[in-house]
């Protein structure tokens, strides 16, 4: 049979099954049928037959057959278990097997006939076949099922030799033996297919319930870890949403329209400032459409819901693919980030407003150290008292510019001609009293005097910074050694120090705002950990790296690299150019 015959014979075979299917059960699965229902459909075909029998009986011997009391006996019988499979509610019964007495009275019903119509009508003990078939399928009772469509059959023929006085001869009673072989065969092959589809069923039960007991487990912890999640297969439909996600989904949704299309949410960007735009984000640009095209992307900032009550989610998306490494669909992550976008802006307005606060003493400050320095009573020492002064008053309100900055969430570097070995030179200066006063030993190492472009302000509070936490974190009797290293390529700067050290786990913190150590905290030293990732951005804003490393106990050492920037553009062409703005991070 070729390919092609054998897919048309197989469509014509699902189209009958559907048209019956529309007949009888008007297209709803026979699975899900009422038990009352499934019972008298069941019963339907061997009423059928008896009424086949019935009438090929009018056609060959009606007196004979319709006179026998047997046969009469057994139509009347099937009519009464037809009857019965329609109007009994077998639901109602607590077990579950009851609708079992319609074929078992069916098997008597069959043995009636076959015996009343022999040997007029041969062939109607076949109509064992019907109830034999329907206990088969039941897969309540197989073993039963096996023992009657064999013996019922074998008994049906034996009956009807003695109804008839025939003898019962050896040959008479073997001849027949074929109807019972046939009718056990098909009941055999019935208890297999139907035990096999319980087995298949009872999996496919367990599958499923294993499958939603995993999908219960990972909402569950989805939900403990504060995550929403769209999950979409590959045509981009939903497969899977967990509970926080259908509350934030809620929040996005526009008042009044509780099932909205995805173009239809609340979603927008957020500016640097963390506010949200006013116009809704183009469907396209959305993050589970991105998802779906295939786009990955991680921590990108949206915010869902109306303007008044943003919130904040951080977003995530990935791709998935199936054995043959084909795309099979994405999954969307949105972590609500608003409390904690909510709290960085608290803490900014409260470093503005602190800030604020101590600009003004410091600016009087400064005005009455200008007063002192244009006095020309002063002599060469108590001038230099005054220049340090003035130097470490400018610092400190340089500091807390930066504070203002930070809360802001940029700095301002201006790029100059430079000496930065006379800038570090004149820092340690300013740093020495301090390093004496705390018992610390500081040493100027090899400096490199030579002009390049660099913001000296900046840079010296650079120095400043990882100076002052040398000597803040070394014992007494310790050394702070400062040394620069140039080459053609670039400029380094290392600040030693023989103090306590940082722990390894400390170290990728480190340059993150507003972070302290466990040692420094329990040290009660002062500090709010702003000096190390301000550092870095200045650092950062001159074209460097700045990196440390640490051994507990033995001390630390940080390193700024820069690289060689000449004022003419020097052997590799590198001109003064405008350097970008620094803007802290969202957290």
Excluded at 21 to 48: C, D, N, Y
Excluded at 94 to 107: E, R
Excluded at 473 to 502: F, H, K, P, R, W
Aim: glycine share 8%.
């Amino acid at each position: 049979m070729s390919a092609t015959h054998a897919g048309t014979q197989r469509l014509a075979g699902h189209g009958l099954q559907s048209l019956i299917s529309r007949i009888v059960t008007k297209g709803v699965p026979f699975s899900e049928l009422p038990l009352r229902h499934k019972a008298g459909w069941s019963q339907t075909p061997m009423m059928l037959a008896v009424g086949i029998s019935c009438l090929l009986a009018l056609v060959t011997s009606p007196q004979e057959i319709f006179g026998d009391a047997l046969f009469v006996s057994g139509v009347l019988l099937t009519v009464l278990c037809q009857i019965l499979a329609w109007t009994i509610p077998w639901d109602s019964f607590k077990a579950p097997q009851a609708y079992l007495a319609i074929p078992s009275l069916a098997m008597v019903a069959a043995v009636l006939m076959g015996v009343g119509a022999y040997p007029w009508l041969s062939g109607v003990s076949l109509l064992l076949a019907f109830p034999v078939f329907w206990f088969a399928w039941s897969d309540f009772f197989p073993r039963l099922t096996l023992l009657l469509s064999f013996m019922l059959p074998l008994a049906t023929i034996w009956l009807q030799l003695w109804n008839r006085d025939i003898p019962m001869t050896s040959d008479a009673m073997i001849r027949p033996m074929l109807i019972p072989l046939a009718i056990w065969a098909l009941a055999t092959t019935t208890v297999i297919a139907a035990h096999n589809a319980t087995l298949g069923e009872r999996q496919l039960r367990d599958t499923l319930a294993a499958s939603r007991r995993q999908e219960h487990l990972l909402n569950a912890v989805l939900n403990a870890a504060n995550v929403g999640v769209v999950v979409v297969d590959r045509e981009g439909n939903d497969v899977f949403m967990n509970d926080v996600q259908r509350f934030q989904h809620h929040h996005a949704s526009p008042s009044g329209h509780p099932d909205p299309t995805e173009a239809e949410l609340l979603v927008r960007e957020v500016s640097p400032t963390y506010e949200p735009n006013p116009e809704l984000l183009p469907p396209e640009r959305r993050p589970v459409v991105r998802s779906i095209r295939q786009e990955e992307f991680t921590d990108e900032l949206f915010a869902l819901g109306p303007l008044d009550d943003p919130m904040y989610l951080s977003v995530s998306g990935r791709s998935f693919f199936d054995e043959d490494r084909q795309y099979d669909g994405a999954v969307t992550m949105f972590k609500n980030i608003t409390p904690l976008l909510e709290a960085s802006k608290t803490r900014d307005r409260f470093l503005a407003n602190v800030s604020h606060e101590l600009r003004t003493p410091l600016t009087s400050i400064l005005g009455y150290v200008e007063l002192l320095q244009e006095n020309g009573e002063l002599d060469a020492a108590q001038r230099k008292s005054v220049d340090v002064i003035s130097r470490n008053a400018e610092r400190m309100l340089l500091m807390v510019t930066d504070l203002l900055t930070a809360a802001a969430g940029q700095h301002e570097v201006k790029i100059a001609a430079i000496d930065l070995g006379e800038v570090i030179h004149r820092q340690l200066e300013s740093l020495h009293p301090r390093a004496v006063a705390a018992g610390i030993t500081l040493i100027e190492g090899r400096m490199c005097h030579e002009t390049v472009l660099g913001d000296a302000l900046r840079l010296g509070q650079v120095l400043d910074n990882l100076v002052s936490n040398a000597i803040k974190y070394t014992e007494v009797g310790g050394t702070v050694t400062i040394a620069m290293n140039c080459t053609n390529q670039e400029i380094s700067l290392q600040v030693s120090d023989t103090g306590q050290g940082i722990a390894e786990d400390d170290l990728n913190g480190l340059f993150t705002r507003f972070f302290r150590t466990e040692s420094a905290r329990r040290s009660g030293l002062p500090g709010v950990g702003l000096g190390l990732a301000i550092s870095q951005e200045l650092v950062v804003a001159h074209g460097g790296k700045i990196t440390a490393e640490s051994t507990v106990g033995e001390g630390t050492r940080m390193t700024m690299v820069l690289p060689r920037r000449h004022p003419a553009g020097g052997a590799f062409g590198v001109q003064p150019l405008g350097l970008p703005t620094i803007r802290s991070g969202i957290i």
